[in-house]
């Protein structure tokens, strides 16, 4: 369960951005947005994000493990599907191309020209919200895999009780 709550969490947390967060700065002024996102930078990294963040891929693998040990090879299997699909295609990405971007910003003096400051938040909004959009995908793709895992170990467990 643990690595259903995580991935449902962080997948949500990737989907809020996407869906309303960024569109909400896009819709401010640039300095605005610019100073707003440099704040939420400084301050995603916290002990409520973390273990939705990094507990995804452990619990995950746990329960992969875990279920493979005791035979459920199938939900197993799923779960370590689950376990790649998120570090893959969720915390790859995060690393590699969004901190990059997140640790530029924060490095950015806000421009007192209107136009200087919507040409640097429209390039950096645009390819920001795409990059966590994919992010979103591959972590819904791993919370499907972890409620499919968990259902077919539900299939699996009630075949074995039957006489």
Do not use: H
Not at 37 to 53: K, L, W, Y
Not at 115 to 121: D, G, H
Request: aromatic share 10%; net charge positive; proline share 5%.
């Amino acid at each position: 369960m643990a690595a259903l709550v995580c991935a449902g969490a962080i997948a949500g947390f990737f989907y809020a951005y996407s869906s309303s967060v960024m569109g909400g700065l896009d819709a401010a002024a640039p300095q605005a947005a610019l100073i707003a996102m440099q704040g939420i930078n400084a301050t995603v990294r916290n002990p409520s994000f973390a273990p939705a963040f990094f507990g995804t891929p452990v619990a995950a693998l746990a329960a992969g493990l875990g279920f493979m040990a005791l035979r459920q090879k199938r939900a197993g299997r799923l779960l370590l599907l689950a376990s790649a699909t998120y570090v893959c295609g969720a915390m790859a990405p995060t690393f590699l191309v969004n901190v990059a971007m997140n640790d530029a910003l924060a490095g950015l003096s806000i421009p007192a020209d209107p136009r200087e400051a919507a040409r640097l938040w429209s390039d950096y909004s645009l390819r920001w919200t795409w990059w966590n959009s994919l992010r979103m995908l591959f972590s819904m793709l791993s919370l499907l895999l972890v409620g499919l895992a968990l259902f077919v170990a539900g299939l699996d467990a009630s075949r074995l009780r039957r006489p």
